[in-house]
């Protein structure tokens, strides 16, 4: 009996410790704060695709040094009212000012809108022993109403839109040229000659690479096609050779 009443008591202490510990978990669980994110804004709607705007840089002689022909979008994040804002911005060719200059292994290109507000620059090198140009260098300068201090953002290490001096660098496809953390730019539909022109029209096109991949897959299917065609004909053949086999002249 003894025992009975010892393992009774033991259970029931046992009961009451799991009781307590459940009780002081729920409360702990109520009267902890919940942790949230900080605020941040959703970014903008897609404005869509760029229009598509003509560029032109001109020596002091009046001709043309450099070209430039494509949409381009810009997406920046900033900080607005103590939140993270994410701006996708398309450039509107009638509204932006294009300039430049133009050295003999440098060029540059400087598309200004919103009154002055938005800076964009482009810099291309050209290495004179290759022939070979590339964009090397964005400066983007921003200040728009919304941001809570004027944005500055800047590469000098880029190697974009490789080309071959008296050649254009052509790409159809959208691009993203990643400048900083912060922004980046969506080309479209490009093409850019900064070095070697002749006259007012761009030279031969050299195309990138995804435009290539693009030509390439409709090929591929083609051939795949094609090929799966002529394995039924001969498929075909072989079996209306087999028929006519099996029959014998009377």
Known sequence: MTQ????????????LHLVLAAVLHQGLATV???????????????????????????????????LASMGLQLNITFNSQNKTVQEVVNLQPNMTK????????RASLLLTTDAEKTNLTLMFTLNVTS?????SEVSLSA???DMKDPLSANNRSLDYL?????????????????????????TFQLQVQPFGLTGDQFGAAEECQLDEDDMLIPIIVGAALAGLVLIVLLAYLIGRKRSHAGYQTI
């Open 4 to 15: 009975i009443r010892g393992v009774q008591s033991w259970c029931l202490g046992v009961a």
């Open 32 to 66: 902890a704060p919940p942790t949230t994110a900080p605020p941040t804004a959703a970014p903008h709607k897609d404005p869509g695709r760029p229009e598509k705007g003509s560029y032109v840089v001109t020596r002091s002689n009046g001709t043309a040094c450099l």
């Open 98 to 105: 294009a300039s430049g200059s133009c050295d003999s292994d």
């Open 131 to 135: 022939n070979k140009y590339h964009l």
């Open 143 to 145: 200040d728009w109403p």
């Open 162 to 186: 490789r080309g071959t001096f008296g050649f254009s660098y052509m790409c159809h496809e959208e691009q993203t040229l990643s400048v900083v953390q912060d922004f980046s730019i969506n």
